[in-house]
Structures are given as structure tokens and as C-alpha cells.
């Protein structure tokens, strides 16, 4: 079955860098645009990146742009997101979310946790 697992989350002082992977399974992961999604609490859940399934072409929310970087390696069936220079506003969960074909249904991680503060 499919899975998607988030990992490297945790607290960070603002102005930090972060890795988060999301490790994938039980799909084609090269044939998958691959997202990162947060959800801070109290608010809707936001997009924050995507990548191509190939990894030629990626793009940012506003709020991240130039701080963060969505890679992936097909090989290894992971995505990763670099984040840098981070903010308190940064903190909330974040969530892997594949999606391949119109009609193919996404699936999404658990989520792993980032805060930000002093």
C-alpha cells in the first residue's frame, strides 16, 4: 500500500535551517508530482511547494520563496525540503502529499512537526 513518511521536523531558533524528507512507497514516485503542505494551528492548510514528478520544474508559496527548496530523488523515493532562515510564522505541521494523474486519487504523510522560537 502506499505510505508517505515525513521526517526532520523539530524546534529550531529563528534564523535556522531545517531538512524535512518524506520517504514514499507502494507507487511509481517518478511518475508523481510531489507537494509540501502546513497546517498551523487555527489556520487552513497551506501549499508550500511542488515539484515535478521528473524534478524539472518546482514552485513556492510567496511566504517561502527564496528561504526554502523542494528537491527529490527518484532513486530513493524521496522528496526533501530545505528550509532556511526560518521564521516563528514557519511553525506548523508539515505534510508530504503525492499526486499523480487527474484520475489518480493523492495520498498524503502524518505530518511532522516544526517550530520555530527562542
Known amino acids: 500500500q502506499v505510505q508517505l513518511v515525513e521526517s526532520g521536523g523539530g524546534l529550531v531558533q529563528p534564523g535556522g535551517s531545517l531538512r524535512l524528507s518524506c520517504a514514499a512507497s507502494?507507487?511509481?514516485?517518478?511518475?508523481?508530482?510531489m507537494s509540501w503542505y502546513r497546517q498551523a494551528p487555527g489556520k487552513e492548510r497551506e501549499l508550500v511547494a511542488v515539484?515535478?514528478?521528473?524534478?524539472?520544474?518546482?514552485n513556492y508559496a510567496d511566504s517561502v520563496k527564496g528561504r526554502f527548496t523542494i528537491s527529490r530523488d527518484n532513486a530513493k523515493y524521496t522528496v526533501y525540503l530545505q528550509m532556511n532562515s526560518l521564521k516563528p510564522e514557519d511553525t506548523a505541521v508539515y505534510y508530504c502529499y503525492a499526486k499523480g494523474g487527474t484520475w489518480t486519487p493523492g495520498y498524503w504523510g502524518q505530518g511532522t512537526q516544526v517550530t520555530v522560537s527562542s
Open positions: 507502494g507507487f511509481t514516485f517518478s511518475t508523481y508530482a
Open positions: 515539484i515535478t514528478g521528473a524534478g524539472s520544474l518546482s
